[in-house]
């Protein structure tokens, strides 16, 4: 027999269950918070849609309870009234002046939007999101007052995307400047859109205050921390309707997308332990620290993102996006390099064999000394001698087509610059300290054909740019979070491309390179274990180099 317990004061809401039902939901959650033993006859789990879910997979449930009955029926229903948003002939049609501009799949994108107070988009990166979100909101009634939390180097771009897609004559107002200038485009802001950065959440206070009609957070998985300060200003937004915007919603840790699913509906999803332990496959190494393997119990996690968010893949929505093509190019170090090379990997040896416990920080810091000598010797103070950049020089020179090229460090993207400008290529250069407007006018000018080369540092410049003018992206060297290399691909793979688009990675032979790439290919956060396996085998392999 399985009952529902309503809420009583401070105490939320449980399914008590009896005899068998009792046994299977407890082996089947007995690590979830919320989950317990009453008597050796009946145990409680949380009133949880998706672990009653799973629990009526391994055991059929006594619903004769009406509370309990009632409980399933709303639930069944909520998820039948997000699988009808996303069916385009039950759709009511948009009253928006330009959704007629929109694609059949950000048609059902902005009716989404447009039918929830709070939810996510995760299309692929690329197919339109941005417009997606301008025309849904812009199609409900409150939408004098909006807020835009996005990175930095997005700012421009939103202020160009509202204005080509808003039918609302409201002023456009970006947060920038000193705390005093920030404080007075704040004060005099009245109505229409103020766009800020993730910085101003945490430093700007003031933002707090008003009730919002809507809030945008574009490039949501920022938010992914739940332990950042990120994520408790979010918490402290009012408003009266939010949207999380992300092409990566979450990597090999399914828990990344918790904190916007608690942004959405905190009470839904509360518990961040019960949303890790119901689906995230994970192990315990040799210390105690969690391994984590990967999503289980995939279909109730599917369930629970459709109900608050729309996702949908390129090739699924937009097939007639040109083809993106991966080479990866290996490259032998100049002798210089590989002296450098030699000389770091041995001191490495050194330090391990001497017994000096590893621990991510050092391992990684180790590790970056070797990435830096087979970008460019330039980074640890060396010479300007890379058979990288000596790569670069050599594929800008034999195409036409526009070209964006990435690398993690900024002495690296310094001398890609340097070395194109000297040859007389017309290029830009995006780093952590490039202004704004320069960043915006590098961004202009590759898609007008002004220029033919952008060099960006991924992190200043991975996320919020459109930059389809060019159809080559030449990574230098990649970033460990396998999420920022799929956002710095996706800047020219997105609709408005029209040439196929080429991904080259360099690679030098015999190198810390290869170990980078492993980890980006398998999707995995860099962990202490993966840090330290890294590094014994470089040190092990170092003779072949």
Not at 215 to 235: C, M, P, Q
Not at 339 to 364: D, F, P, Q, W
Not at 469 to 494: C, M, T
């Amino acid at each position: 027999m399985a009952k529902y317990i309503p809420r009583s004061g401070r105490r939320n809401p449980f399914i008590l269950l009896e005899d068998s039902e009792a046994h299977i939901a407890m082996r089947l959650f007995y690590n979830v918070p919320g989950a317990e033993w009453i008597d050796r006859r009946s145990a409680k789990i949380p009133a949880n849609f998706r672990m009653l879910s799973i629990l009526m997979d391994y055991c059929e449930l006594d619903t004769e309870d009406e509370k309990l009955s009632n409980f399933i029926s709303f639930e069944y229903a909520e998820d039948l009234r997000s699988a009808r948003l996303n069916n385009p002939e039950k759709l009511p049609e948009l009253s928006h002046s330009k959704a007629h501009l929109l694609r059949d799949y950000q048609i059902i994108g902005a009716n989404f939007v447009a039918h929830n107070t709070a939810c996510g988009l995760f299309d692929d990166m690329g197919l339109g999101k941005t417009a997606q979100s301008i025309i849904g909101l812009e199609s409900t009634n409150s939408k004098s007052n909006i807020l835009v939390v996005c990175p930095n180097t997005a700012k421009l771009q939103w202020m160009e995307e509202i204005n080509k897609w808003s039918e609302q004559d409201l002023p456009i107002n970006i947060l920038a400047g000193t705390p005093k200038k920030r404080k007075e485009i704040f004060e005099s802001f009245d109505a229409g859109w103020l766009i800020c950065n993730y910085s101003n959440l945490i430093i700007d206070k003031y933002l707090t205050g008003p009730m919002w009609d809507w809030v945008i957070y574009d490039e949501a998985h920022y938010l992914k921390n739940k332990g950042t300060k990120r994520f408790s200003s979010a918490k402290r937004i009012k408003s009266l309707r939010k949207l999380f915007v992300t092409g990566t919603p979450m990597g090999n840790d399914v828990t990344d997308v918790w904190t916007m699913l608690h942004l959405i509906d905190s009470k839904r999803a509360s518990a961040y332990w019960r949303f890790f332990n119901l689906f995230l496959d994970y192990g315990l190494d040799d210390h105690g620290r969690r391994i984590i393997f990967g999503p289980k119990n995939s279909k109730y996690l599917a369930a629970e993102l459709n109900r608050f968010s729309i996702m949908r893949k390129k090739e699924e929505v937009a097939p007639d996006l040109p083809t993106k093509t991966y080479q990866d190019i290996k490259l032998d170090m100049t002798s210089y390099q590989k002296a450098l090379y030699k000389k770091a990997v041995k001191e490495i040896r050194i330090e391990v064999e001497s017994g000096l416990t590893v621990t991510i920080m050092s391992a990684l810091a180790r590790l970056i000394r070797l990435r830096q000598i087979t970008s460019d010797p330039l980074n640890i103070g060396g010479k300007d001698e890379s058979v990288k950049l000596d790569a670069v020089e050599e594929i800008v020179s034999g195409t036409d087509r526009g070209i964006i090229v990435f690398t993690v460090f900024i002495a690296t993207a310094k001398s890609i610059y340097s070395r194109l400008s000297k040859s007389g290529v017309e290029c830009g250069i995006i780093i952590g300290e490039t202004p704004l407007e320069e960043r915006e006018n590098v961004r202009i000018k590759l898609n007008s054909g002004e220029i033919k080369v952008a060099v960006v540092n991924i992190r200043a410049g991975g996320v919020g740019l459109n930059m389809q003018g060019a159809s080559i992206a030449i990574f230098v060297d990649k970033e460990w979070n396998p999420l920022y290399q799929e956002q710095a691909e996706n800047r020219i793979h997105r609709i408005g491309q029209n040439e196929n688009v080429h991904i080259i990675s360099l690679m030098c032979k015999g190198t810390v390179d290869y170990y980078v790439e492993q980890v980006v290919k398998s999707k995995k956060e860099m962990t202490d274990s993966i840090a330290a396996e890294m590094m014994n085998s470089i040190i092990q392999e170092s003779t072949g180099v």
